[in-house]
């Protein structure tokens, strides 16, 4: 009986395990509005150019209404940005950054360079695109601090839009392996103690 209740819990740690983790979240919202902004809630930092912190409320340049503040990539200075998030990542395991971003709504097309650790993807946004979803994975071999970076191309004070950002982690299929191969010792011991 204690066996089978035992067997059950290490079931239930296996499937909590397998859902992912949320490393880092943010969708700007506690970020106050304004041009050129170079502070963070969410501890961005601002590398090249500049960016804006936009939106509602109160209303300032709300472009895409109904998604709080969000990010416009190219600030006001005319040299876009480079926005960068640090974390501190663990070797082996599996990241996913999954990030929204919507067009200039301004009458531009922009093209924006993201970099998650060695993993790099180029978005090319019309003006009147919509918040679109898009995901980069990365597993870095060593432990250690990676960033997630945004660079709009060009430098125009209009840019691409940026908001909720989520880092989330799957942990590592050696860790099931190593719980499988625990069950199964379990069920052969649980097998012999009946035998006997
Ligand atoms: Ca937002
Ligand atoms: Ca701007
Ligand atoms: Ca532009």
Redesign the pocket.
Known sequence: MFLRHFIAAGLLVGASAAQAVIVFSDNFDADTNGLNAVSFAGGWTVSNGTVDVIGAPPPFFDLIPGNGHYIDL?GSTGN?GEFSKALSLTAGVTYTASFQLAG?H?G???TVDVWFGSTAATYTLASGDPLGTQMLMFTPGASGTFSLTFA?L???????LLDNVEVTAIPEPSTYALMLAGLAGIGFVARRRRQR
């Open positions: 190219d876009a200039s301004r531009d097309s922009n709009n060009g430098g125009d004070n209009v840019g691409a």
